[in-house]
């Protein structure tokens, strides 16, 4: 049986922690537009990474049909430095308990750059900023997105795979599922 890292990427980051994890595994690598669901049977273990935009995580609702009867890995790549409360903001309005029961959630730390955003999301950001940028009380969170325009972040680094390489070794191994 084979193995596949698939991912969903708009910025990059995404796509380089599957990379990494393909590459540390030695599993296929694929973006999921280019999977199929009558593959689903040829792979034994299943990575699903995306990227988090507007609160959402992009093509979950698809993968998490394709996948309602196969435990996977779902890794959400987004904006923030692995804050414990943004990422169970992600969760909860992303899954349910029993999707969460099923499959394994990990999240990894991207980066924003709006510079590098186009199309919808452009025009919306456009219009956010300005209405940020009129505001007279800001909250420190709302300064913090400010400050992305001018400062891009970056927040990628390859030790964040390390807690979900050990959990697909275990599940490998015998000691758990995935
Ligand atoms: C328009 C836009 C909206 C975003 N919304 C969120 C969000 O709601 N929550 C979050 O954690 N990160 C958010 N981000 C940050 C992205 O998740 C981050 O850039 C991530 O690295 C994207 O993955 P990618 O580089 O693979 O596309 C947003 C980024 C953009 C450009």
């Known amino acids: 049986m084979k193995n596949i890292v ?3 990427s708009r910025y990059g980051n995404t796509k380089q922690y599957a990379t990494w994890m393909a590459e540390a ?3 296929e690598l694929r973006d999921f537009s280019d999977f199929r669901k009558s593959e689903i049977g040829d792979y034994e273990g299943i990575i699903f990474a995306t990227g988090v935009y507007m609160g959402k995580m ?3 609702a698809k993968a998490l049909q394709w996948f309602e009867n196969k435990p996977i890995v779902i890794v959400a790549c987004g904006g923030n430095n692995n804050d414990p409360d943004e990422i169970e903001v992600i969760r909860k309005r992303n899954f349910t308990e029993s999707q969460l029961a099923f499959h394994r959630f990990f999240y990894v730390p991207g980066g ?4 590098k955003v ?3 999301f452009r025009l919306m ?3 956010f900023r300005k209405v940020m940028e009129r505001k007279n009380n800001r909250t420190a969170d709302e300064d913090a997105i400010l400050e992305g325009f001018t400062n891009p972040t970056n927040f990628v680094d390859r030790k964040y795979i390390e807690p979900i390489l050990e959990a697909v070794r275990n599940a490998s191994s015998g ?3 995935v």
Do not use: C, I, T
């Open 125 to 127: 950001l456009g219009v």
């Open 6 to 8: 698939l991912y969903k």
């Open 58 to 60: 992009n093509a979950l």
């Open 112 to 115: 924003v750059d709006f510079s």
């Open 175 to 177: 000691e758990g599922k």
């Open 118 to 120: 186009k199309g919808p």
């Open 25 to 27: 595994l030695q599993w």
